[in-house]
């Protein structure tokens, strides 16, 4: 996929619209327990999905991608060309919680998980599924 295409949605996208959800921002690292090596996409330069990661002590299950897409920016040293910054996965877990989750291409400079969650959204109480 290119880094000017539209996010790409997966068929077992979840119907939301008579959901109430509250979207959590997070903004930490989280720690891969299990990869996917899936060649077809790793071949393009996708990185292999978490199968599972911990967070705060905490197991998650990956059940469902519902959807990945590609952030991009300029090249750092001028030369006009666009590089991918960020590869992006909304995922609902086995405990039914959907997260957005993403990769970082470059390391960080003080280090730590590439992988990192960005915010969790979970159904309100009382609200239909």
């Known amino acids: 996929m290119d880094c000017c295409e ?3 949605r997966h068929s077992r996208r979840a119907n939301l619209e008579n959901t109430t959800v509250k979207e959590t921002f997070v903004g930490e690292g989280i720690t891969p327990e299990d990869v996917s090596f899936a060649a077809g996409p790793m071949t393009l330069g996708s990185p292999g999905i978490p ?10 299950s990956v059940r469902d991608v519902l959807e990945e897409w590609k952030e991009c920016g300029n090249c750092r040293h001028g030369s006009g060309e666009r590089y991918v910054r960020k590869h992006w996965f909304r ?9 957005r989750i993403y990769f970082e291409r470059q390391s960080r400079p003080s280090g730590g998980s590439r992988w990192r969650l960005y915010s969790v ?3 309100a109480p009382g609200s239909a599924p």
């Not at 199968?51 to 998650?60: A, D, P, V």
């Open 121 to 123: 959204r979970e159904a």
């Open 51 to 60: 199968l599972r990661f911990s967070w705060k002590g905490r197991i998650f």
């Open 91 to 99: 995922i609902r877990t086995a405990d039914e919680i959907e997260m």
């Open 6 to 8: 539209e996010p790409r």
